[in-house]
Nanobody, 115 residues
C-alpha cells in the first residue's frame, strides 16, 4: 500500500508559478518511478511528467519547457514546479507511481489559472 498526499495547488494568474509537493509513505519510495497527472471534469487523467528512481525525467509536450518534476528520495517527496502557467493548465493534479497499475492516488490538489 502507498499513501500519497498532494499539496501546493491554488489560484494563480496566467503567467504565474506554483510548486506542487507529494509526500509518499507506505512502501520503499525510492524504488518507484513517480508521476504527476492531471484531470479536468469529463476527461481522462493524463500524465504530465514522470521521474524515475535515479532522477531521469520525462515531461510531456503540453508542459515541456514550463514544468519541472523532481524528487527527494530522502524525504519521500516528489515535486512539480510549474512556471508560465496557462488557463489550459487548470485541473486537479495528482501524484502516483508511474505506471500506476494499482491505482494508488492521493486526494489531488486543485490548480486554477485565471486569464
Amino acid at each position: 500500500q502507498v499513501q500519497l498526499v498532494e499539496s501546493g495547488g491554488g489560484l494563480v494568474q496566467a503567467g504565474g508559478s506554483l510548486r506542487l509537493s507529494c509526500a509518499a509513505s507506505g512502501r520503499t519510495f525510492s524504488n518507484y518511478a513517480m508521476g504527476w497527472y492531471r484531470q479536468t471534469p469529463g476527461a481522462q487523467r493524463e500524465l504530465v511528467a514522470a521521474v524515475n528512481p535515479s532522477g531521469t525525467t520525462n515531461v510531456k509536450d503540453p508542459v515541456k519547457g514550463r514544468f519541472t518534476i523532481s524528487r527527494d528520495n530522502a524525504e519521500n517527496t516528489v515535486y512539480l514546479e510549474m512556471n508560465r502557467l496557462k488557463p489550459d493548465d487548470t485541473a486537479v493534479y495528482y501524484c502516483g507511481p508511474y505506471p500506476n497499475t494499482r491505482n494508488y492516488w492521493g486526494q489531488g490538489t486543485q490548480v486554477t489559472v485565471s486569464s
